[in-house]
C-alpha cells in the first residue's frame, strides 16, 4: 500500500499572516474536514495526489454514477474509511440521475441540477455531510454554523438534514434573499434550523466568526461547511470521470467547460487531470468578474473588489478562495487577501487553463442563440459556461468531444428565462410544492449579545 495521503496548509511557508503562525503540521482527511480551514488560515491540500487507470476509467461506462464515486473519492480514502462504508455514504448521497445532453456533433451540457436543490452544490454538500457524519467525534454533538445568501445555504441545509449527531443553524440576511430562497431555507425542519438576521450578508458572516472564536463556546463542537473544505473538493473531482467515461472513444482527450466563481467546481477538474483524466484543456469563463482571465493573459493578478454584480450571481466573486489551491498546484502562493507571496508557474497554467470573462450582454444573447439553434434551454451560469466553450473552440479550432456544466435548474430563474425565451421552463421534481411547505424562521438583530444567548439556550451539546 502506498503511503496515506495527508493534507497540509497553503499558508505552511508564509510568516506573519494576520499575525497567527504558519501551520506546519500534516493532518488526516478526517481532520481536515472537521476543522474546515488550516489554523493558520490556509487551505487544506493533499500532499500527494493518487493515479487513477485508463483502464479503469473507461471501465466505469455504462456504470451507476456510485462506481465512479467509489473509484474516485477511494482514492482518496481508502486508508482512512472502510469500503462498504463509503459506498453506503455514496448511495445515499446521489439518489438522482447526471443527464448528459447533446447539444450538437459531440458537444454536450452536462445538467448537475437534479439534486435536492437543483444546483451543482448538492454533490459536494451531501457527500461532505455524511461524511462528517461518519468521521465526527462521537462523544459530542457536532453543530454546523454557516452564513448564506442564497444557494449555499439551503445545499448545506438539505444535505445535513436527517444525519445523526449534527445540528445546523444557518443564518441569512433577512432582505437580501429571494421570497423562494427564504422558502428553500426556511422549510427543510429536522436537524436544520434558519435563523433571520436583520442585516447584511456581511452581518451573518461575522456573527457566525464571533461564535467560532468565542472560547466560552467551545463546549459547542463547531464547525463551519463552507466552500473552502476540502470535503467539498473530493466530491466534484467525480463528474468529470463519469462524463468522460459515457462519451470517449478509446484514448481521446476532453475539452471541459466550468463556468466559475470560487474556483471550487473546476479545481475538482484540475485534480481530475492530475489523476489521469485526459483533459485536454479545462475553460474556466467567468461572469464580468474577469481578474483571473486578466492573470492568465498579463501574469500579474489583482483582486476585484468589490466584486461585480452579474445575472450569474452564485459566480460574482473578485477573488476567488480556491485560487490559493490552484497557485498551490503550479508552485505558487497567494493569500486570503490576493496578495501573491511566490508567482506559480504561469506557462504551464496556461497550458492547461483557458479563461475568458463573459458580459451579461453575451451571456442573455446565448441563452436565447442556444434555445433557438438547438431547443437547449441554459440558466445564466451555464450560459457562461456554454459561450466560454464556444469562445475558445472558435479561437483554438473545433476539438471533438467537448463538455460544458450546467450548475444549476433553469427554473431557478424564471424571470430571465420567461423574458428572453418567452416560455416558463419546467420545474423539477424537487422544487415542486415549495410554495406551499410550511416552514419559519426564528428573527434575530445582528447583534452578538442576543446571537449567543440563542446558542447557549438552543444548542445541545451532549449525545
Ligand atoms: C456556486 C456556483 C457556481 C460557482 O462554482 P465555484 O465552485 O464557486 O466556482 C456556479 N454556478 C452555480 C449555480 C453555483 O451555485
Given at each position: 500500500m502506498e503511503n496515506k495521503i495527508l493534507y497540509y496548509s497553503?499558508?505552511?511557508?508564509?510568516?506573519n499572516i494576520n499575525g497567527s503562525l504558519p501551520f506546519r503540521r500534516k493532518v488526516t482527511f478526517g481532520e481536515a474536514l472537521l476543522q474546515?480551514?488550516?489554523?493558520?488560515e490556509g487551505l487544506y491540500v493533499p500532499d500527494s495526489i493518487p493515479r487513477i487507470s485508463y483502464e479503469d476509467i473507461i471501465?466505469?461506462?455504462?456504470?451507476?454514477y456510485a462506481e465512479a464515486a467509489l473509484l474516485v473519492t477511494g482514492a482518496f480514502l481508502n486508508d482512512e474509511i472502510d469500503a462498504g462504508i463509503l459506498r453506503k455514504i455514496i448511495e445515499d448521497s446521489y439518489p438522482f440521475t447526471i443527464p448528459l445532453q447533446?447539444?450538437?456533433?459531440?458537444k454536450y451540457i452536462m445538467r448537475l441540477d437534479r439534486g435536492p436543490t437543483a444546483s451543482f452544490k448538492d454533490f459536494a454538500a451531501r457527500m461532505m455531510a455524511r461524511l462528517m457524519g461518519h468521521f465526527r467525534d462521537r462523544s459530542r454533538r457536532l453543530n454546523v454554523l454557516v452564513a448564506t445568501s442564497g444557494d449555499t445555504g439551503s445545499a448545506v441545509g438539505e444535505a445535513f438534514?436527517?444525519?445523526?449527531g449534527i445540528d445546523v443553524n444557518i443564518l441569512y440576511p433577512h432582505d437580501e434573499v429571494s421570497e423562494r430562497q427564504k422558502k428553500q431555507l426556511d422549510t427543510i425542519g429536522d436537524n436544520v434550523r434558519s435563523l433571520s438576521i436583520n442585516g447584511k450578508f456581511d452581518d451573518c458572516q461575522d456573527l457566525v466568526k464571533q461564535a467560532f472564536s468565542?472560547?466560552?463556546?467551545?463546549?459547542?463542537n463547531f464547525t463551519s461547511a463552507n466552500s473552502i473544505n476540502f470535503g467539498r473538493i473530493?466530491?466534484?473531482?467525480v463528474y468529470y470521470f463519469y462524463a468522460y467515461a459515457q462519451l470517449c472513444q478509446k484514448g481521446e482527450g476532453i475539452v471541459i467547460s466550468v463556468p466559475s466563481g470560487n474556483f471550487g467546481n473546476a479545481l475538482g477538474c484540475e485534480y481530475a487531470r492530475r489523476m489521469?483524466?485526459?483533459?485536454e484543456k479545462l475553460v474556466m469563463p467567468t461572469n464580468e468578474n474577469d481578474e483571473f482571465s486578466r492573470f492568465l493573459k498579463e501574469g500579474e493578478y489583482e483582486r476585484l473588489s468589490p466584486s461585480l454584480a452579474c445575472?450569474?450571481?452564485?459566480?460574482?466573486?473578485?477573488?476567488?478562495?480556491n485560487l490559493a489551491r490552484f497557485f498551490e498546484l503550479y508552485g505558487g502562493t497567494v493569500d486570503r487577501t490576493g496578495k501573491v507571496h511566490v508567482h506559480p508557474d504561469i506557462e504551464a497554467m496556461r497550458k492547461n487553463i483557458y479563461s475568458v470573462s463573459i458580459s451579461d450582454e453575451e451571456t442573455k444573447k446565448c441563452i436565447k442563440k442556444t434555445y433557438d439553434r438547438y431547443g437547449v434551454i441554459l440558466e445564466p451560469h451555464g450560459a457562461v459556461g456554454w459561450r466560454g466553450l464556444e469562445v475558445y473552440l472558435e479561437q483554438y479550432g473545433d476539438f471533438p468531444l467537448c463538455v460544458s456544466l450546467e450548475?444549476?435548474?433553469?427554473a431557478k430563474f424564471p424571470d430571465e428565462i420567461v423574458e428572453l425565451l418567452g416560455i416558463m421552463p419546467e420545474v423539477p421534481d424537487s422544487m415542486k410544492g415549495i410554495d406551499e411547505r410550511k416552514g419559519k424562521s426564528l428573527e434575530l438583530p445582528a447583534d452578538y449579545k442576543i446571537f449567543k444567548e440563542y446558542l447557549i439556550d438552543n444548542l445541545k451539546s451532549g449525545v
Open positions: 497553503t499558508n505552511r511557508n508564509l510568516d474546515g480551514q488550516a489554523p493558520d471501465l466505469l461506462k455504462d456504470k451507476p447533446k447539444v450538437f456533433d459531440r438534514r436527517g444525519i445523526e468565542d472560547p466560552s463556546l467551545g463546549h459547542l473530493l466530491p466534484q473531482m489521469g483524466l485526459p483533459v445575472l450569474s450571481n452564485a459566480m460574482n466573486v473578485g477573488h476567488p478562495s450548475t444549476a435548474h433553469p
